[in-house]
């Protein structure tokens, strides 16, 4: 791990926000998790249909607040010191996660899908600050590695949670999500104090009217915009990919859900590693040099995992458990598509998190950061929409990587064309 990344981890002004940040996003998916498990095989077993559904509405619930909420949640952060923000919101995850525990223990579908929401509010509240916070505590040649790791300790946080989620027990998940909120809570009481940038900033209440305003801003800077597109697709692609695994496990390589679950590692560890390693091979400087290619290697991947899967010949009808799907030819060139695939998302998105941090203003870089998440919400919805038609339109799973890819080099060019313009402007790359 390189040194500056190290130096991070054991510093008060970054490791409390990371422990925080981890927290948090781990409790999301340990509830969603056990949550979504509770409803499929418990509470609507005899209905399989209803539970689908509830699936789905369960994953639109908790990307809603993200459009109703995100202009408050960054005037918040550019307003207040962000850190006190933190906390709050921390207060709040405690408060919801007691009820949520009541949740998970009373069988309650109305009442589960209503903390899923409330949670979601809560990660849309804490979204803004934890990347607008990071150049105030950071020096610019940390801040690449700070975003580094604080978005491969996201994809950790899922992937732990999601494992845990599904193994757990109803009544373990309640006191899970009890105990890991008063983590959080703890956690972030050590961050230090992060004054807000802006004098007398007030806070709107309208909506829909600060909403506009925020993606009118947002546009208004060149850099800031670019990069929020190219991060939206990125989370396009994730969402798409992370919900297509496990049909493509089952149905293309005739594997398990525990095969499932080790792809979804490959995926959520290759974020990870490339999350962290983008910093070291751009030596902490903060450019868009290398986007353009991390996408191209993301397409050059997709396409490789389609070739791999569909010369895929399962060798029984029996869904294969890990130990025999590793024996077979082309399984391991699986994962290491994936994992391949992964590497470069993760060095494709850390830099353009930090150039939309460096290329706003001061006083209003919570409120560029919630105008991300706000078009990253409506890029996957958008695309989980798109892709569900498709496969409605009898589309096999390796037909949506084709599109993915597809879509993965045109974004690639985007990046090419528009961070090349900007570096030769600014001089950075």
């Known amino acids: 791990m390189p040194p500056v990344t190290v130096q991070l981890l054991g510093a008060r002004r970054f490791a409390p926000l990371f422990a925080t940040q981890f927290l ?16 499929v095989y418990h509470l609507t077993a005899h209905d399989p249909q209803a539970g689908a559904v509830l699936a789905t509405v369960a994953a639109g619930l908790f990307i809603l607040p993200y459009f109703l909420f995100s202009a408050i949640a960054g005037q918040a952060a550019d307003v207040r010191d962000k850190a006190w923000v933190a906390r709050m919101v921390k207060v709040a995850e405690v408060a919801i996660m007691a009820v949520g525990a009541f949740a998970l223990t009373h069988d309650s579908i109305p009442l589960l899908l209503f903390i899923l929401f409330l949670m979601g509010v ?3 509240f804490f979204g803004p600050m934890k990347y607008s916070i990071l150049p105030q505590h950071l020096g610019r040649h940390e801040l690449l590695a700070g975003t580094g790791l604080v978005e491969a300790g996201t994809f950790l946080a899922i992937l732990f949670g999601q494992i845990l989620g599904g193994l757990f027990t109803p009544a373990q998940a309640a006191w899970g999500v009890v105990l890991v909120a008063v983590l959080g809570l703890a956690a972030s009481w050590a961050i230090p104090p992060a004054p807000p940038l802006v004098q007398n900033g007030r806070l709107s209440w309208n909506l829909v009217a600060e909403t506009v305003k925020l993606m009118r801003s947002a546009h208004a800077n060149r850099t800031v915009w670019r990069a929020i597109v190219a991060l939206s697709w990125f989370w396009a692609l994730g969402t798409v990919m992370t919900a297509q695994l496990g049909p493509l496990v089952r149905a293309e390589l005739g594997a ?3 095969v499932a679950t080790l792809c979804l590692a490959a995926f959520s560890v290759g974020i990870a590693a490339g999350s962290v390693l983008i910093g070291r091979l751009l030596h902490g400087r903060v450019t868009g040099r290398y986007t353009a290619v991390s996408m191209a290697v993301v397409a050059l991947a997709l396409l490789d995992l ?8 399962p060798a029984s009808p029996v869904l294969m458990e890990p130990e025999a799907f590793l024996d077979q030819p082309g399984a391991w060139r699986v994962l290491l598509d994936l994992t391949v695939l992964a590497v470069a998302g993760g060095a494709y998105s850390v830099p353009l998190y930090a150039l939309m941090q460096t290329a706003s203003a001061e006083g209003a870089r919570s409120r560029m950061v919630a105008a991300n998440n706000v078009l990253n919400a409506v890029w996957m919805v958008g695309a989980t929409g798109i892709s569900a038609a498709l496969l409605g339109a009898g589309l096999r799973v390796t037909d949506i990587c084709l ?3 597809g879509f993965a080099l045109m974004m690639a060019f985007y990046c090419w064309r528009g961070f090349r313009a900007e570096a ?3 001089g950075q790359a």
């Open 24 to 39: 948090g996003a781990f409790n999301d998916n340990l509830y969603r998790t056990a949550m979504t498990f509770l409803i």
């Open 122 to 124: 809560h990660s849309a």
């Open 424 to 426: 030769g402007a600014t």
């Open 403 to 405: 599109v993915l890819a």
């Open 256 to 258: 398990s859900q525990a």
């Open 306 to 313: 389609v070739l791999t899967v569909r010369g895929f010949a």
